[in-house]
């Protein structure tokens, strides 16, 4: 297309956008009406953390939720798409100790920010809802669920190993840190042992896994995938092993139980309580210094399979169930702490990592099922698979891995030295912090009576008023150091006792918010049970893959627990998600060092936000990543101003009948009409925006070499164009909503229907046979008459010829595909 001719009518995307919001929010055009007249629907998107103002990855989040918003309005659901900030977080804390401020001034401050640039990037959100998890109001209702889940026992402390990052001064989860480093800041994260608080999610691993199938087919398989690999099942058996000079068996967890027979060793986690206590005198000078480096070696490194293996004799001797050998018992950092048991059987012909010790310590290997691949002593391979029992007592002979562990784990049962057991690699959520700006645990320490939770009634339990240099990271929390804060009476016995001093791991936070929006004032609870009935599950949640394990985990989780507590009566929160792409630039994601970053605000201000939003859009299917340098925000606004000068022109009356117009355009529209409903409802919304601008070229034809703008045909495009378009451009709809005498808002009309009558393909081919054999195709119009197809059948000079001056004897006409002549004899 070439650019605009001088002088005809555009629209003026600035002036739309403002006169478009303070019609929004004069009207509370987006707010549901919960009257119960329409089926309800609950649209949200993935929670923004006010980081600073929007930026391209925002913008292609929220368009996709808003697509799917507007859309369901349209279509006469009750729609809730509620909006609010995740804002508690370091991000704050740290702003606040640069600038000599609270966190709170950044935090609310750039909530301000952003939430005029949500208003003006046209989100149909219900702002009467909205919420911040750093208000008062909303973490009383955090701590109340730490309580409810304290009561549980899904709550508790305990001291163990714990992944410390030195500069930010917390401790992290294990999810926190990414290759050995702070998700955050990118230190190298070591290891300390701390008394924390942890979530019994592994309480839950079954059901986190189980209730999966609720949503195969309706969340990305690939999140699915990445669902389940986290929490890890593994199927196998306890093996109780007697170490020499103790009385505790010692047990270990193994996926193989059938290779009892070839355990040559047995290795324990340096850092797990049993090494220290099993190492001998004679090791122990050497153990203590293994173990120090361990603790500054990240889970990761452990699990490498490229390292090389480390590891420390103890001085003691195990003894196998099956056959009463001595096993050595080493330490080794590649057996870790904190899954299964921390022990194992090492079975080094048949699992990889054993073999790699034995061979760097020079340990025995012994081979107990024949797969016919190489030795693994000699070549270095373990034979992990399938084969042939051997040196392995009644196990020999047994057909495959399946009857070689039933067998064994029947023996060792009626042994009793072991059982058939389940692990998963999902641990406890660590969920203490030692940082200012989060949600106080509401518990105190008391001397006397030890862990005393906060009454319900005294709750919130309000963060002091700390800023600057106070808040700097020093080990422990810095709300330890706030003596007036710190200092409680027991609530139990009244003596002097201790508030806990750290706050909760902000992944908390975000685990209820959904059902907050649900009744954000309530005050008898964290939200309504008989609001939270009417609209949950949510519909559809949409955001970024980046959340595909642990905000979604830990909301399921936190709606399991929910569910126990009889406050819901489902148990998974999000019946639908879709994760967008990102949006990239020059191949690469936007960065400052790449200096590739595109300012969403500076594009706005050139193109507007219904170019911007549309340019998104059509880009590409939702889940895929948006190239910025392949897209052109400039045509697209071409495009917009078409659509728009369309509405400038129609001159046929508002209400004129669409039936006496021209027949071809109709067509048209009601073959877009169907397929942006199709597009829009299987998630393809670029294709809706490719179809719209069809429909602009069809109607722009029609006006200027057709039938022209009189023509009621041409109202009925324009007015199909502008609901359709108003859930990508909403402000461009508005325009040509008005500009064809609706009175506002295109928001509150509905979303047209396709008219089947005017689906049917206008030509087909018709096949003329004679006597059997095809002698002419014919392309007709779908809808002529009998009469007329048979007259054009007959007269085709390839029938003529057929018949060769034959009377017919009969035809058949099965329009409109074939017409079938029998001549005379
Ligand atoms: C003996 C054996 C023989 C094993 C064999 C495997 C193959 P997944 O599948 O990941 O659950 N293991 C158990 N606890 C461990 C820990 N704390 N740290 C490191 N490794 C551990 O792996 C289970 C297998 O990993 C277990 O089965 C154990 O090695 C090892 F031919 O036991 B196996
Ligand atoms: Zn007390």
């Not at 220290?276 to 203590?288: G, I, N, T, W």
Request: glycine share 8%.
């Amino acid at each position: 297309m070439t650019s605009e001719p001088e002088g005809r009518a555009s629209y003026d995307a600035a002036a739309a956008q403002q006169r478009w919001q303070e019609f929004w929010a004069k009207d509370d055009t987006f707010a549901p009406r919960d009257d119960g007249r329409r089926e309800r629907r609950y649209v949200l998107d993935m929670f923004p953390y006010p980081s600073g103002d929007l930026h391209m990855g925002h913008a292609e989040a929220f368009v996709m939720g808003d697509i799917i918003a507007r859309y369901w309005r349209l279509k006469g659901y009750d729609v809730m798409h509620p909006i609010g900030w995740d804002s508690f977080g370091l991000p704050a804390e740290n702003a606040a100790i640069a600038r000599n401020a609270h966190p709170a001034e950044w935090t609310y401050a750039n909530i301000e920010t952003q939430a005029r640039s949500f208003r003006r990037y046209g989100l149909s959100l219900d702002w009467t809802r909205r919420l911040h998890t750093s208000d008062p109001e909303y973490y009383r209702w955090t701590q109340w669920l730490f309580l409810r889940f304290y009561e549980k026992g899904l709550a508790y402390r305990r001291a163990s190993y714990v992944n410390w990052c030195p500069v930010d001064q917390t401790v992290l989860a294990n999810e926190q840190v990414v290759q050995g480093a702070c998700e955050r800041c990118g230190a190298t994260v070591t290891k300390r042992k701390l008394t924390q608080w942890y979530f019994k999610i592994t309480d839950y691993a079954q059901r986190l896994l189980d209730d999966m199938s609720q949503l195969e087919g309706k969340w990305p398989d690939r999140v699915l995938a990445m669902q389940r690999n986290w929490i890890g099942r593994s199927d196998g058996a306890y093996v109780d092993f007697r170490i020499e000079g103790r009385d505790e068996p010692v047990t270990v967890f193994t996926t193989r139980p059938d290779t009892l027979f070839g355990a040559t060793f047995f290795v324990v986690a340096p850092d797990a309580e049993l090494a220290s206590e099993l190492v001998d005198d004679e090791h122990r000078e050497e153990f203590e210094a293994y173990l120090a480096r361990v603790k500054q070696t990240s889970e990761i490194e452990r699990q490498s399979t490229e390292r090389e293996k480390t590891g420390v004799f103890l001085g003691r001797y195990a003894t196998n169930p099956v056959n009463g050998e001595r096993l050595p018992v080493w330490a080794a950092d590649y057996v870790l702490s904190e899954y299964g048991t921390g022990a194992i059987m090492a079975v080094p012909a048949h699992d990889q990592r054993d073999l790699d010790f034995a061979l760097t310590f020079g340990l025995p290997v012994r081979v107990v099922i024949e797969t016919g691949l190489p030795d693994p002593g000699s070549s270095g391979a373990a034979t992990p698979g399938d084969g042939t029992y051997v040196n392995s007592g009644p196990l020999d002979g047994l057909p495959d891995t399946s009857a070689g562990i039933a067998a064994i784990c029947a023996q060792l049962e009626a042994d009793g030295l072991g059982r058939a057991a389940v692990t998963y690699r999902l641990r406890d959520w660590l969920l203490s912090r030692q940082r200012f700006w989060g949600c106080p645990i509401p518990i105190i320490h008391c001397p006397a009576c030890g862990e005393v939770p906060v009454p319900d009634e005294q709750l919130p339990v309000e963060l002091p008023d700390l800023r600057g240099a106070a808040l700097a990271p020093k080990g422990v929390s810095p709300l330890a150091a706030a003596e007036d804060w710190v200092n409680v009476a027991c609530p139990h016995c009244g003596g002097p006792a201790k508030r806990d001093a750290d706050t909760m791991d902000t992944f908390v936070d975000s685990s209820w918010y959904f059902f907050r929006y649900c009744s954000p004032g309530y005050t008898e609870g964290p939200f309504d049970p008989a609001d939270v009935a009417r609209w949950m599950p949510v519909a559809q949640y949409v955001g970024g893959v980046e959340h595909a394990i642990l905000h979604l985990l830990y909301s399921r989780f936190f709606t399991k627990v929910l569910h126990d507590l009889g406050m819901v009566d489902f148990t998974e929160p999000f019946s639908r998600l879709l994760n967008q792409g990102q949006v990239i630039n020059q191949g690469k994601a936007m960065s400052k060092s790449l200096n590739n970053g595109v300012d969403l605000g500076e594009q706005i201000d050139r193109f507007g936000v219904d170019a911007v939003r549309t340019t998104v859009v059509f880009a590409g299917p939702p889940e895929d990543d948006i190239d910025w340098a392949d897209v052109s925000p400039a045509s697209t606004l071409r495009f917009l101003q078409r659509a728009y000068r369309l509405a400038t022109e129609v001159t046929s009356a508002f209400g004129a009948d669409p039936a006496t117009g021209d027949l071809a355009l109709r067509r048209q529209t009601h073959k877009t009409i169907h397929g942006v409903t199709e597009a829009l409802e299987s998630g393809r919304f670029n294709v809706e925006v490719a179809r719209d601008m069809e429909l602009v070229n069809a109607t722009r034809k029609a006006i200027d070499s057709g039938c022209g703008p009189a023509d009621p045909a041409v109202r009925e495009a324009v007015e199909a164009l502008a609901v359709m378009l108003s859930v990508v451009a909403p402000y461009v709809a508005e325009e040509m909503w008005a500009l064809l005498g609706h009175a506002p808002s295109v928001a509150n009309s509905t979303w047209p229907e396709a008219d089947p009558a005017l689906l049917v393909s206008e030509s087909t081919t018709m096949v003329v046979q004679v006597q059997g054999k095809v002698r002419a195709k014919i392309e007709i119009p779908t809808t002529l008459s009998e009469d007329d197809a048979v007259a054009l059948a007959l007269a085709d000079p390839g029938v003529v010829r057929a018949l060769d001056g034959r009377a017919v004897r009969q035809v058949i006409a099965r329009l409109p595909k074939l017409v079938s002549i029998v001549p005379e004899k």
